[in-house]
């Protein structure tokens, strides 16, 4: 079970991070722009008096996407013998001002890898549902309009649940081998104007929340019938899906483990 | 009843309004920066073809502070024949890109008037308390490291409700001709890492809902022991009183009026 260990001479940390990904271009480096992985292995350079470190994330956010608990591991020269508060205070005084921060650093466990160790992702997918665009919570919501039907999604979002082929929910760009997937939760509630999906798998294809979100939108605001996004899924057709629904509302809420390295 | 009514061939009307107060001097016009005030009378004014307009809030919050559900009235010329809708989305349209935008609009009741109306102002103050700095509510909360109680801060709470002489709450730079006021709400509520401080009274002391959650904090951090809040109060001083907690925090969340405008 030992993936991808740390190199020689380093020592793996797992961190629990929060991030605004508003004008980040996302969780991997890229040439276009400024990603939290750039940002966060730079500040831990810094805290390391400049040597190169490494890091991995349990889940590769696309550019706007936030994060309010994401895990990720970072490989930090060994003879730097810093403590868990050390880390996860002198990382997030480097990272200023970006709006990235580290919430919890703890050892790793030997054979932990963020990615490959973790059994689940959970999302919130957030719309703010008034005819207003959004102010305070601008950036974090999808703004939809039209007034939606929670009960009409949660109960259409109860056809997804468990083990499916969800082409018809994934990306074009998705590069995962199989399009099979094992949906473990979907509520969808409503608190006032706001309206949250969560959802919850061992691991998602590339948009998957982000396309069901924008079908599941198509269901409350009457466009389909509650069945009609049964048939989508089975259709396995990208085209019978609703949109995309734009990555402003889309949260990475918690990552699961066998053994929670920060407990 | 009636206060400054509408001028002649002016129609008045009631405006709910959401704004930001990041990077604003407050409500009021003010040389030193853009207020929500401006920008609210600028944006009526494109809608209303250049004609003047003129408002006026149920509550001038401070630099900084945010509103939820503010009510302001709006004096718009009567020849516009405008409807709610319009209104409202006319008026938001010509507010972006600023973070203020209007959530309801009605015709006023004769003789309303947004500030001596009002029967009540309800305010939240938000801690966020953990180690870490905000990152997803960066400019929407006030960060407090040290481990606070709800629960103690609540019960210090309960002695300053009712009607006091709130000097040793109040700013040097309030211009309230009495420093008497009834408090009718002060609960703390905690919700995972946020502290929730929510106020009602009929009006506010300058400052005062945020010199309270300075002294709150104290107790609810073990600086002060419960009983200290009441005797600050007794002492009418307002160097008895704890540190001013910043602005960020603050949200004006509703409004009160015998005859609700938006019915």
Known sequence: M???????GYRRW????????????????????????????????????????????????????????MVVQLDLPEQDRLDARQIRDGIS?????????????????????ARFSA?????????????????????????????????????????LLGRHDFSSFRAASCQASSPIRTLDVLDVTRQGLHLHIDVQARSFLHHQVRNLAGSLQMIGSGQW???KLRQVLEAR??????????????????????SDPFA
């Open 14 to 69: 797992a961190l629990k991070i929060e991030y605004d990904g508003t004008g980040l271009v996302g969780w991997q480096r890229q040439d276009n722009g400024l990603s939290v992985q750039q940002l966060l292995e730079e500040a831990a350079s810094k805290l390391a008096g400049d040597a190169p470190v490494m890091s991995a994330t349990a889940g590769r956010t696309d550019a706007g996407v936030h994060a309010s608990a």
């Open 119 to 159: 059994i689940w992702r959970r999302y919130r997918y957030t719309i703010l549902n008034r005819p207003t665009r959004p102010v305070l919570d601008a950036d974090h919501v999808w703004h939809v309009r039209r007034p939606l039907d929670a009960k009409l999604m949660s109960e259409a979002g109860q056809s």
């Open 225 to 227: 019938p509650v069945s």
């Open 93 to 113: 005084f480097h990272l200023k001002p970006h709006r990235v921060a580290v919430l919890e650093a703890a050892a790793a466990p030997q054979g932990w890898h």
């Open 2 to 8: 030992v993936h991808d260990g740390p190199a020689p």
């Open 237 to 258: 057709d990208r085209r019978q899906a609703g949109p995309t629904a734009p990555s402003e509302g889309l949260c990475l809420v918690a990552v699961g483990y066998e």
